[in-house]
């Protein structure tokens, strides 16, 4: 299985600063048949199920704030929030569909 | 608009089993995967496998391999996770999510159910 490691654990940010997740897969996530990057990212609120942020690492989702964005490519990726709002208080995963699926343990986002 | 609708909630005793259900409505049920993806309390996500209902093929995480199956009935647009074998541990929430596929391979998850939570307890 491809374990997913994600840094930091939490990290608390001032309303409108940067937050930046980071995702590191055990092994490359990126399929060169295709140059695509199998790697999705996730946010939850407490009580609610997961919702899609990102996929193919870096396409955002239909309706996602653009201050959301991924980037990365092989084993190093990002999730960046260009600048926290209160609604972005949760918990970040990141998901590899490479082979099988695993999620990284989540990044708690709170603020400073 | 997609929706997907979980079945309640169970208890049930270590060693029994459990199947939960998925019903999915707004959009064309084989077109798309289901996966199911486990949290326990104040625990991250696991997934746990999931299926393509056009082509019956189900897949599982390797920590589940013979105590888990996941099944779809195209006719009424449910899928469902049958767990067996219980044991406390496996007292979680249960989420179902729709998910693309690509060339029979499961892809991202872009809509999940509300959770059904199951609590193993004697």
């Known amino acids: 299985d491809i374990v997913m490691t994600q840094s930091p654990d939490s990290l608390a940010v001032s309303l409108g600063e940067r937050a930046t997740i980071n995702c590191k897969p055990s092994q490359s996530v990126l399929l060169s048949s295709d140059n695509k990057n199998y790697l999705a990212w996730y946010q939850q609120k407490p009580g609610q199920p997961p919702k899609l942020l990102i996929y193919?690492?870096?396409t955002r989702e239909s309706g996602v704030p653009d201050r959301f964005s991924g980037s990365g490519s092989g084993t190093d990726f990002t999730l960046t929030i260009s600048s926290l709002q209160a609604e972005d208080v949760a918990i970040y995963y990141c998901q590899q569909y490479y082979s099988s699926s695993t999620f990284g343990q989540g990044t708690k986002v709170e603020i400073k | 608009q997609v929706q997907l609708v979980q079945s309640g909630a169970e208890v049930k005793k270590p060693g029994s089993s459990v199947k939960v259900s998925c019903k999915a409505s707004?959009?064309?049920?084989?077109?798309?995967?289901v996966s199911w993806v486990r949290q326990a309390p104040g625990q991250g996500l696991e997934w746990m496998g999931g299926i393509i209902p056009f082509f019956n093929t189900a897949t599982y995480a390797q920590n589940f391999q013979g105590r888990v199956t996941i099944s779809a009935r195209g006719s009424t647009s449910t899928a469902y996770l049958d767990l067996t074998n219980l044991r406390s541990e496996d007292t979680a929430v249960y989420y179902c999510?729709?998910?693309?596929?690509?060339?029979?391979?499961?892809?991202?998850?872009?809509?999940w159910g509300p959770g059904t939570l199951v609590t193993v307890s004697s």
């Open positions: 193919w690492a870096s």
């Open positions: 999510a729709r998910g693309h596929a690509l060339a029979g391979a499961l892809l991202w998850l872009d809509h």
């Open positions: 707004g959009g064309t049920f084989s077109n798309y995967a």
